[in-house]
């Protein structure tokens, strides 16, 4: 089974601090996602990587920034957090550009920032 | 402006009945389609899949139809239990060369009465 594991289920930073979100696939897919959903918005797409030291920029990029130095990890960064980065941020792994399939989901991070 | 639309935002359905959960798409280099299933907080999980040289994917109870002239698929669960009871995005791939980035709808949350 593939697992994308995602380093806090929950967590709560300060305006103005700098927010690592880890997280890890163990299926050597090479597509990783991350999306954060709120309410009666959906999931949008904040960036994506399609290998190892690739990225590019979903819909809503502006405040953040990704780091993919191994294909397994892909790590969301918040330069400075604010109170509307509020939200659930999930992240995603699938197969590559080659085929289709399933994106594959970790089990999401709640992060407040007050 | 949005590519994938679940107009409905929630629909309720008694036990044994079929739920029908509806989906609109803009663009026409779409050609993969995915149901996902999500409860709170949890990550989304992936349902059914169908690819645009099919007008029909069925699994179980779940069954999406897909039609590409009007740009429409649907997904049926036939009959509908309580444990049904989730929010449910649609979500679309296939855009130019990113065949791996989906693009996914608000979603529409499903209430399951017994």
């Known amino acids: 089974d593939v697992k994308v594991t995602q380093s806090s289920r929950y967590l709560v930073k300060r305006t103005g601090e700098k927010v690592f979100l880890e997280c890890v696939q163990d299926?050597?897919?090479?597509?990783m996602f991350w999306y954060r959903q709120d309410p009666g918005l959906g999931l949008r797409l904040i960036y994506f990587s399609y290998d190892v030291k690739m990225k590019e920029k979903g819909d809503i990029p502006e405040g953040y920034s990704v780091s993919r130095e191994k294909k397994e990890r892909f790590s969301l960064i918040l330069e400075s957090a604010s109170t509307n980065q509020t939200s659930m941020y999930l992240c995603?792994?699938?197969?590559?550009?080659?085929?289709?399939?399933?994106?594959?989901f970790g089990q999401g991070t709640r992060l407040t920032v007050v | 402006d949005q590519q994938v639309k679940q107009n409905s935002p929630s629909l309720s359905v008694q036990e044994g009945r079929i739920s029908i959960l509806n989906c609109d798409y803009t663009?026409?280099?779409?050609?993969?389609f995915l149901w996902y299933k999500k409860y709170p907080a949890e990550g989304p999980t992936f349902l059914i899949s169908?690819?645009?040289?099919?007008d029909k994917n069925e699994d179980g109870r779940f069954t999406v139809f897909l039609n590409k002239s009007a740009k429409h698929l649907s997904l049926h669960i036939v009959p509908s239990q309580p444990g049904d009871s989730a929010v449910y995005f649609c979500?679309?791939?296939?855009?130019?060369?990113?065949?791996?980035?989906?693009?996914f709808g608000k979603g529409t949350k499903l209430s399951v009465k017994p």
């Open positions: 979500a679309a791939s296939g855009v130019g060369g990113s065949q791996g980035n989906l693009i």
């Open positions: 299926m050597d897919h090479e597509n």
């Open positions: 995603a792994s699938s197969l590559g550009r080659s085929g289709y399939g399933e994106a594959f």
């Open positions: 169908i690819s645009s040289i099919k």
């Open positions: 663009n026409s280099m779409f050609d993969y």
